[in-house]
């Protein structure tokens, strides 16, 4: 089973990720579009005590019906507080949004499972 990278604060996972940024700013959040179990949350089976999460898709949530995919990062946070905990790095925002639908998680093991079947992308742009 793959272990989620965990940062204690917002702040902290900012600093190491500062290219999918998680707003600090709690209305920003919040039109983010994420995954929640249809508002139950995900339980925290793996690192803490059944703290309830969500999944947060960045940068800037996932892409809704007719917006353009990213690559970017998919995390857990307790409902936008930390920790954070980092699920997958250079994944399609779409893909990661359409297999926690279709697989619908509802534990932070089971979200991990979704995230590692998906495809990673790695840049081949020129430096």
């Known amino acids: 089973m793959p272990v989620a990278e965990r940062f204690p604060s917002l702040h902290a996972y900012n600093l190491a ?3 999918a940024p998680l707003p600090e700013n ?29 999944v947060e898709f960045l940068p800037g949530g996932a892409p809704g019906t007719g917006d353009l995919d990213r690559i970017g990062t998919v995390v857990a946070t307790r409902w936008g507080q930390g920790p954070v905990y980092v699920l997958a790095e250079s994944v399609s925002l779409r893909s ?23 495809r990673r992308y790695t840049s081949t742009l020129p430096s």
């Open 17 to 19: 990720y500062p290219h």
């Open 26 to 54: 709690r209305r920003a959040r919040e039109q983010m579009r994420g995954f929640d179990a249809a508002g139950l949350g995900l339980e925290d089976d793996l690192l803490s005590s059944g703290a309830l999460l969500t």
């Open 96 to 118: 990661a949004w359409k297999a926690s639908v279709e697989q619908w998680p509802t534990t932070l093991s089971a979200a991990l499972s979704v995230m590692a079947g998906l």
